[in-house]
């Protein structure tokens, strides 16, 4: 009613209309048709102000995003650099054993000879 009829002059007039003068002009249906494109505007305006809102809103899912993959990333860097690691411990390792295991055979040997020397 009367706060609608003052909310719509003042928009009006922010555009330097005098809507009384105009309201005169028209007929009932072009005020009808007036009122219903306002009240479309005014949907539209509430329909891209929710949009800006969820633009906004995935922006920042985004970037949060961007935050979780790069730490991921310095998770799996760490992981690849302890793998590398342990396969090289195990390479290593391997050497150690072969080693102690040739040792043993000619020590073994050794003994043997040894045993029958002594006999």
């Given at each position: 009613g009367d706060a609608e009829s003052r909310g719509r002059h003042r928009g009006i007039h922010a555009l330097g209309l005098d809507l009384d003068r105009i309201e005169q002009g028209l007929t009932k249906q072009q005020l009808m048709e007036l009122e219903a494109l306002e009240?479309?505007?005014d949907q539209r305006t509430k329909e891209v102000i929710h949009i800006s809102k969820s633009v906004s809103e995935l922006a920042?899912?985004?970037r949060d995003l961007s935050v979780?993959?790069?730490e991921q990333g310095s998770v799996l860097?760490?992981?690849d650099y302890n793998v590398e690691q342990t396969l090289d411990r195990f390479k290593s390792s391997k050497k150690h054993i072969d080693k102690a295991a040739k040792y043993q055979k000619?020590?073994?040997s050794s003994i043997v000879i040894l045993m029958l020397l002594v006999v």
């Open positions: 009240q479309d505007c920042q899912i985004f979780l993959v790069v860097d760490r992981i000619a020590s073994t």
